[in-house]
């Protein structure tokens, strides 16, 4: 793979992040506004442990970027 493809490949990847940082954190905002019923409090700790996850894979990006 060349320099140029690996790097495109790493903005790919940091987009998809982000976008999925973007969404968990809009479902934060709608968690804290309303009271969450059990099933609701689950979704939310999923959109929290998808958030820690693609925090983890983001620095591992950064990490092999450099």
């Keep these: 793979m060349s320099r140029n493809q ?3 490949s790493a903005t790919t990847h940091e987009g998809i992040i982000l976008e999925n940082r973007v ?3 809009e479902f934060d ?3 804290t506004t ?3 019923s059990r099933s609701t409090r689950q979704d939310y700790q ?3 442990d998808c958030k820690e996850l693609g925090d983890r894979v983001a620095d591992a990006l ?3 970027n450099r």
């Design 62 to 64: 950064r990490e092999q």
């Design 29 to 31: 905002r709608r968690m």
């Design 34 to 36: 309303s009271a969450p």
């Design 46 to 48: 999923a959109a929290v």
């Design 6 to 8: 690996h790097q495109d």
């Design 23 to 25: 969404a968990c954190a």
